[in-house]
């Protein structure tokens, strides 16, 4: 029989350890790394079981059916993103991950590629010699940007393309608070829920007009929407296009929900580090300036560029957006000789298992060369997930980070000028990041 399951230390009576994972998660998190394989965690009265040996970790990500995305926290991401890819539950998830696939198939990333690399070159080119930058800002600025032309080409009228993009950032401002506040709590008529209810309505209304719009027009360009209306599914038999109307809306939202904070953040605390390893930097530079001497960057260079995907990999490892997930159990289940019973929360943390002493020699210290000699293993190192709800858009947002850095790096150095605060809400983003660029002598 195994020994039973430790419960993390710091629990208070009715608050468990909401306090800590609110205040400061990635210290609670930290604290956990030396921890047997599960620890009990209670978030007020909701008891979770923190699952945090690799081996236990990949037997709940391959296992959906039992671990599935059900229970009190996907439904409330419902208003967010629907029944779309990243929400739904194991059921509905096969036929509608199918349907996706294409949309990321790596044919169509060098078109997606360039679109990042045009978003890239248009933000950091508005940036002034000595400027201080608000650098959560600017890179979530130029990932929605970046995505709203893969999703949609230029078929966008400029005021449809702003007011979805402003949409989006109050939604993404207020969606943990949102997921986080219990029903009927959310509906109260206090501004900030109004802000919210208006931002969410509207953009789901407007994304759904502009797919019946597209799927009338006999020829759709070659961007995301047009793959998706495209899609057929091969299990039908038939020719009819498988995704319906509200369907592709709500793939399309939770494209920009799952893509555009998490990317920004990737790149922001990709340049917070930068900032803070002057070597790294310059060295940085160097391998742009031999490998580009200044051209823009294309997918095409990256092989060539092993320092700017090194950089970008050790900054996943490091602070990987997506810190903590969740399932919930659909029936009785074991984990670790441990009984796991039905309709039970389990999570998992990429943050935890990235910062593990045993996984990582001197997990804390910031080094690219880490992965000059090895590859990311499938166990360890986990920022985009694993299993069959891993990340569709991983190709996507890597290709994105690579070349928005390569563009950046190639035109500025950075200096730090203020301390960061860890934000660790839906995303885990560097909250108050504020950056100095000078312009790289011999590119202005
Ligand atoms: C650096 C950026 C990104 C990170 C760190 C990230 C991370 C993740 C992780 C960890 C998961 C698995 C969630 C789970 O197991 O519960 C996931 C799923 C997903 N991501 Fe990403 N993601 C990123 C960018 C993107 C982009 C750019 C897109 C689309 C444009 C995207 C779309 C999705 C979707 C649709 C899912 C659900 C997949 C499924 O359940 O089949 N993500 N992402």
């Not at 070659?222 to 592709?248: F, K, M, N, Q, Y």
């Not at 922001?268 to 031999?290: I, K, P, Y």
């Not at 929360?345 to 000699?373: C, G, I, K, M, Q």
Request: net charge positive; charged share 25%.
């Amino acid at each position: 029989m195994s020994s039973p399951v430790p419960t993390a230390p710091g629990a208070l009576p009715g608050l468990g350890h909401a306090l800590p994972l609110l205040r400061d998660p990635l210290r609670f998190l930290r604290g956990l790394a030396g921890s047997g394989p599960l620890v009990r965690v209670r978030i007020g009265p909701l008891p979770v079981l923190l699952v945090c040996e690799p081996a236990l970790i990949r037997q709940l990500l391959l296992d959906d059916r039992t671990f599935d995305k059900v229970g009190p926290i996907a439904e409330r991401s419902k208003d967010l993103v629907g029944e779309g890819l990243a929400g739904c539950p194991h059921q509905l998830h096969r036929r509608q991950r199918r349907l996706c696939q294409p949309s990321f198939h790596p044919h169509r990333l060098p078109d997606y590629a360039a679109q990042f690399g045009a978003s890239a070159e248009r933000t950091a080119s508005s940036w002034r010699d000595g400027q201080l930058l608000d650098v959560p800002a600017e890179l979530l600025t130029m990932t929605m940007r970046s995505t709203l032309t893969a999703i949609f080409a230029t078929t966008l009228p400029e005021a449809t393309g702003r007011q979805l993009l402003a949409d989006l950032a109050v939604l993404l401002d207020g969606s943990f608070r949102q997921i986080l506040t219990p029903p009927p709590l959310d509906r109260l008529p206090i501004p900030a829920n109004r802000r919210y209810r208006l931002a969410t309505e509207r953009f789901e209304r407007t994304l759904g007009e502009l797919a019946v719009r597209r799927r009338a027009e006999p020829n759709g360009g070659g961007d995301l929407l047009s793959s998706l209306i495209d899609a057929l599914d091969p299990d039908s038999g038939t020719a009819e296009r498988a995704l319906s109307d509200a369907e592709v809306t709500d793939q399309l939202r939770t494209f920009f929900v799952a893509g555009t904070e998490t990317t920004a953040a990737t790149l922001g605390w990709t340049l917070h580090l930068l900032a803070r390893h002057s070597e790294v930097q310059r060295r940085l530079r160097a391998e742009l300036a031999r490998v580009l001497g200044g051209a823009a960057p294309t997918l095409a260079d990256l092989p060539a560029l092993p320092l700017t995907r090194h950089t970008v990999t050790e900054a996943l490892r490091l602070y990987p957006p997506a810190w903590m997930l969740t399932r919930d159990t659909t029936g009785p289940a074991e984990l670790g000789g441990h009984r796991v019973p039905a309709g039970h929360t389990v999570a998992w943390s990429p943050y935890l298992l990235h910062h593990r002493a045993d996984l990582y020699p001197d997990p804390e210290r910031f080094d690219p060369d880490r992965w000059r000699d090895t590859k990311p293993d499938r166990t360890a190192y986990l920022p985009f997930g694993s299993g069959p709800r891993k990340c569709i858009g991983e190709q996507f947002a890597l290709a994105q980070a690579a070349l928005s850095l390569a563009v950046i790096a190639g035109r500025w150095q950075v200096e730090p000028a203020a301390a960061v605060r860890p934000a660790a809400r839906s995303t885990l983003t560097p909250r108050g990041l504020r950056l100095r660029v000078r312009a790289v002598t011999g590119r202005q």
